[in-house]
């Protein structure tokens, strides 16, 4: 049997997903961290992007994070969110319009735009899009 830790992901509204998993890849803003049991304790901040959670079995799950915190404890992992979401349950078409508004809104010369707003919505478009794309890949579903 493989070697496994509890992973639990939450957001401001809800428990997302408690359980097994036997490695869980993450978005810190440092650049991406791979988590395997027996990690040493780390608290880090997460950037807008996707969380994999690779299952007993081979099976891999992904889910959307609007940024927060990682905690690896020795026996848990435990990713705080403002936003989470099962990749699956992203909704495809308001992430293209909030990317597309965000796009508009940088590319506008003449509007007063607040710059970093307009970033920060556009990251969190692509990172739900992508988080979608992939898990649409691995698992050949359209939606």
Do not use: C, N, W
Not at 5 to 12: G, L, N, P, Q
Not at 57 to 72: D, K, N, P, R, T
Not at 128 to 141: E, H, N, P, V
């Amino acid at each position: 049997m493989a070697m496994t830790v509890h992973v639990d992901i939450v957001s401001a509204e809800a428990s997302i997903y408690s359980g097994s998993a036997e490695m869980i890849i993450a978005p810190a803003v440092m650049g991406e961290v791979g988590i395997m049991p027996g990690h040493t304790q780390l608290l880090t901040q997460l950037k807008p992007g996707e969380v994999e959670l690779k299952m007993p079995g081979g099976e891999v799950e992904y889910f959307y994070v609007s940024g927060g915190m990682l905690e690896v404890q020795p026996r848990s992992v435990t990713v705080l969110a403002d936003t989470a979401l099962r990749a699956k349950d992203v909704d495809e078409a308001a992430a293209l319009e909030a990317k597309a508004r965000a796009e508009k809104a940088l590319a506008d010369q003449e509007s007063e735009v607040d710059y970093a707003s307009a970033q920060a919505e556009l990251a969190m478009a692509m990172a739900q899009l992508k988080a979608l794309d992939r898990m649409r890949k691995i698992t050949g579903r359209r939606g």
